[in-house]
């Protein structure tokens, strides 16, 4: 195997895993000197560490004394796409008020690159930078969900993972995207709602593609006819996703209601179809899904899926300290309890809309 040049890169965790011909946390093992390595692996290791004179991070030896006790926090997304979603600061607060009371710090890792995302949480987790990682959200088929379930690293995802390893060897942290979507689009079409449209945001994430599935269904059972106008791909901007919305209303306008499968969507929609003269709900039904602060003081306020964001990050970091202390957990899977919420953007009057 080629070395790299002298002087260009600095030599990783991830040269020495090549050289030796083992994986990144085989030679984490070694360096921090556990006994369930073979001594033929481990004279491996050393070996390419000292072909490649790679020097370890100081960290990776004191780990053990608890100088880094920090939980890698992941976005699967960039840092200005995921600051723009009021999701991911209240998700971090539970998280983060978990980790407080453990005397645990956050360190938050945001890569929109899949095999970047999972080279750089493998190689921190591996130096010992951090002790644990929290996903955020899930990709469909997710490298590094992928990595880690073959790691003995502990980990816990917000939402689900679908891929080649068994969902048993992964715990997560959820709501019910299908049934909650289905929910929403159900009370639209029983409100007499015959061309209910979808927002429709990437499907590389899980989280879209089960709420997509929930409306699907709903139109299925109510038997509505579902057709690919119905669908207005839009952005993650808010005003990209406005302008799409327009763009389709302008262009054919036979919509009487839209589902967005975020708060902050359905506001777009409605700033949109203001913008064209249009009246919501009267002429355009609008709802929402999450339940942000910013749902009860939208005009009209917003029929939404109340979804518990903070408790979702909240739970997901006590699985953690459960893993990382080797303690007792009941269940892999914990599914928390969602609730519709009736306002007036969907055209029907709850008065007990909070």
Known sequence: MKQRPCGKQKVSIHDVAREAGVSVSTVSRVIRKYNNVTPETESA????????????????????????????????????????????????????????????????????????????????????????????????????????????????????????????????????????SFKIVDHLARLGHKRIGILNESKEYLVNMDRYDGYRRALLANGLIFDSSLEINVGYSLNDSKKAIIERLREKNDITAIFAKDDLKAIAAIQGIKELGLRVPEDIAVVGYNDYEIARISSPRLTTIRVPVYDLGAESAKMLMKLINEEKIDKNECILATELIVRESCGFRDDNGK
């Open 45 to 180: 290791v050393n070996e390419a560490i000292k072909k490649l004179k790679y020097t370890p991070n100081a960290a990776a030896s004191r780990l053990g004394s608890g100088s880094f006790d920090n939980i890698g926090v992941v976005f699967t997304r960039s840092a200005d796409l995921a600051f723009q979603n009021p999701f991911f600061s209240e998700a971090l607060m539970g998280i983060g008020h978990v980790l407080e009371s453990y005397d645990y710090n956050m360190q938050l890792m945001m890569y929109d690159d899949a095999e970047r995302e999972s080279e750089k949480v493998m190689a921190a987790l591996a130096s010992g930078m951090i002790k644990g990682v929290i996903s955020l959200s899930t990709r469909y088929y997710d490298m590094l969900v992928q990595e880690l379930s073959n790691s003995h690293y502990p980990f816990v995802i917000l939402g689900r993972f679908e891929g080649s390893v068994s969902s048993k060897e992964i715990y997560s942290v959820n709501t019910n995207n299908r049934e909650d």
